[in-house]
């Protein structure tokens, strides 16, 4: 398998704009899970999906930022709009539950918001 | 809520061995993880252990277990320049996600 998948892999835009992030879980997985790292925070569980549906999206820091998962092998988060403080690493991760908790991280995305 | 402690940074000299050390609050959790990010990667799971075991042994790395003090522990053996990494210790319930500490950086000196 290609293990998860997202792209971009970097990302420079400028405040205002509207970003798109993308990830493609582990086929079969059936959780799905966005974090974002910065230094000062650390890693932050941002939400997380099962079948497809949300159950956790209270990591989301503010109304600008949405994720959907319109199918099992895909998952968009947009921020829009954009600001500086949004400018981290952003990771998408799954799993399969039925065989414990373990996360499998994509390579992240490096978004720059000037 | 879960909390997940670990020290910060650690710095070890080459050929020697590192202890990474973590402390979690959940006493539910039923896996304890270690995982490793090189500079530039996303997060690589590195092992895991059951929360009925005290000790796991795999290569160069053991992982202790201490349930009563909520501790767990990765010890790296013959620690080499490409073990440079932050180190996420990480623990799970049966229904809920991860919850991951802020990260050990070792660094590693020739």
């Known amino acids: 398998d290609a293990g998860v998948i997202q792209s971009p892999r970097h990302e420079v835009t400028e405040m205002g704009q509207e970003v798109t992030l993308r990830c493609k879980p582990i086929?079969?997985?059936?959780?799905l899970f966005w974090y974002r790292q910065t230094m000062m925070r650390g890693l932050e569980l941002l939400i997380y999906?099962?079948?497809?549906?949300?159950?956790?999206d209270s990591g989301m820091p503010e109304d600008r930022f949405s994720a959907k998962m319109p199918n099992a092998s895909f998952s968009t988060l947009k921020i829009q709009p954009s600001e500086p403080r949004d400018s981290a690493v952003y990771f998408c991760?799954?799993?399969?539950?039925?065989?414990?908790?373990?996360?499998?991280f994509g390579p992240g995305t490096r978004l720059l918001v000037l | 809520g879960e909390d997940v402690e670990q020290s910060l940074f650690l710095s070890v000299r080459e050929g020697d061995s590192s202890v990474i050390n973590c402390t979690y609050t959940?006493?539910?959790?039923?896996?304890l993880y270690w995982y490793k990010q090189e500079p530039g990667a996303g997060l690589q799971l590195l092992t895991y252990?059951?929360?009925?075991?005290d000790m796991k042994q795999d290569q160069r790395l053991t992982v202790l277990l201490n349930k009563k003090d909520k501790h767990l522990s990765l010890r790296i053996a013959d620690t080499q320049t490409g073990d440079s990494a932050i180190y996420f210790c990480?623990?799970?319930?049966?229904?809920?996600?991860?919850?991951f500490g802020k990260g050990t950086r070792l660094s590693v000196i020739a």
């Open positions: 991760a799954s799993s399969f539950a039925a065989s414990g908790w373990t996360q499998y």
């Open positions: 086929s079969g997985h059936d959780y």
């Open positions: 999906f099962n079948n497809n549906v949300p159950i956790d």
């Open positions: 959940d006493s539910s959790s039923t896996y």
């Open positions: 252990i059951f929360s009925n075991m």
């Open positions: 990480a623990e799970g319930g049966r229904n809920t996600p991860l919850v």
